[in-house]
């Protein structure tokens, strides 16, 4: 489990620190009302993403994490034609809506229209290597991107434009989902979407739900902070999240793997599951909180402002909140890692939407009254309310699941996960 997790992170660093260095590299090259637009397309990108991850791959992780060779490559050929699916009908979308809205803004969603199927094809890949306990080709796929990121974004830089940039990134992403299929030997199934999403309905759609309104969240609160602060104050906001880099990477990297794991915890042992589920995000919660520690005390601010240029200033203003708000969220992964390998997907989806909404309430309702950093302290409560639910509903899950005395063996949904 160690050496899963270890290729999980692994992988995550990689793929997040790349997104960082781009991050910060727009950033610099744009200014702040510039990087703004990035954020937003970056945030329409989150959203679109979890739309993939919940029909595609985490029906995929939770059913067909550690089975038969076979069976799992059916079922990547599958799910990755789902994913390239949705890449499709969603580039389509923003294309037509880039071309509606038109100006800078307009012209950031054309080009996410054109990169989206490339990247949301590469993220199944990944997630199909955690399924099958192989981070480690995971973290090949990501480096191949990293290093057909370094050229692109040079070339970027050259044209000076929002445009440039995100067609550098997705170009980049292409050449790593082609080397998906050559990992694999494998080609995404478009033919056989509708039957996946048929035989995955009863996770799929309540997946998506719950992973819509998880990142749907965000993009509103940023959207809302956006109309009503400005686009510099969404700016600041993503200077901030990118000064969080490595510690989100880690939430999201043991979040990619956690549910696997979750699940073969729960087939060997139920009763250690919560142990399991406690040791996950309490570890991320205490590195984060050394981070933002780290952040406060050793960072001085000539180098915030070599790495982020004039987004440091309004940036640095929101490492308390923002270290607070991924404190809690990291007890939410723990929590989630266990809905989801117990296969309540019922209770998981009932969390993310209320979790959700106080995000957004939060967000917004700080964000009116004192811009991005009232917005940052609102998404601090809303997040230590929704770890309070999350946990709560985790814990009755799983006294619906009976584990008599010298077994472990899960009913109901929960038998449909493991």
């Known amino acids: ?44 990108y989150g959203v679109l993403i979890n739309v993939s991850r919940g029909l595609a791959t985490d029906p995929l992780m939770v059913r067909f994490s550690g089975v038969a060779t076979e069976s799992w490559r059916g079922a990547v050929a599958r ?3 789902t994913a390239l699916a949705v890449g499709v009908a969603s580039g389509v979308l923003s294309l037509l809506l880039g071309l509606a809205i038109g100006g800078s ?12 199927p490339a990247l949301l094809l590469q993220d199944a890949w990944r997630f199909a290597f955690f399924a099958s306990g192989e981070g480690r080709r995971a973290l ?23 445009v440039a940039f995100l067609l550098a990134w997705g170009g980049s992403a292409a050449v790593a989902a082609a080397y998906g299929c050559v990992q694999t030997r494998l080609v995404p199934r478009l033919t056989a979407v509708r039957a996946w999403l048929v035989e995955q309905r009863d996770l ?10 998880n990142s749907g969240g965000s993009q ?3 959207y809302g902070l956006g109309a009503i602060a400005g686009l510099a104050d969404v700016g600041a906001v993503r200077g901030a999240e990118l000064l969080l880099g490595p510690f989100l990477a880690v ?10 794991e979750a699940a073969r915890v729960l087939r060997r042992d139920a009763r250690k599951l919560p142990w399991f589920c406690a040791a996950l995000g309490g570890g991320q919660a205490a590195g984060v909180l050394l981070w933002g520690l780290a952040l406060l005390v050793l960072l001085p601010d000539s180098v915030g402002r070599l790495v982020l240029g004039d987004v440091w200033a309004p940036a640095s203003a929101l490492i308390v909140p923002l270290t607070l708000s991924v404190t809690n969220a990291s007890f939410i992964t723990g929590a989630a890692a266990g809905l989801r390998a117990l296969g309540a997907s019922r209770r998981s989806m009932r969390c993310q939407l209320i979790a959700s909404a106080a995000y957004v309430a939060g967000g917004l309702s700080g964000a009116a009254i004192s811009g ?29 699941v009976p584990a008599p005395e010298g077994t472990s063996t899960p009913t109901g949904e929960a038998r449909q996960a493991a």
């Open 105 to 116: 803004v307009g012209a950031a969603f054309v080009a996410l229209g054109v990169i989206l």
């Open 220 to 222: 509103l609160r940023m």
């Open 140 to 162: 090949a796929n990501d480096l191949v991107w990293a290093g057909a990121l370094v050229p692109a974004m040079v070339l970027a830089a050259g044209q000076g434009s929002v």
């Open 1 to 44: 489990m160690a050496g899963r997790l270890s290729w999980g992170l692994a992988d995550q660093a990689a793929s997040s620190l790349t997104n960082f260095a781009v991050g910060i590299y727009v950033a610099r090259e744009l200014g702040a009302v510039a990087f703004g637009v990035f954020s937003i397309a970056w945030v329409t």
């Open 79 to 81: 799910s990755a034609g």
């Open 251 to 260: 939430l999201m990297g043991l979040a990619s793997v956690g549910v696997a």
């Open 204 to 213: 799929g759609t309540r997946y998506l739900v719950e992973n819509v309104s």
């Open 372 to 400: 991005a950093e009232g917005s940052a302290w609102g998404v601090a409560a809303a997040t230590l309310f929704g770890a309070v639910v999350w946990w709560a509903q985790f814990r009755a899950a799983q006294r619906d």
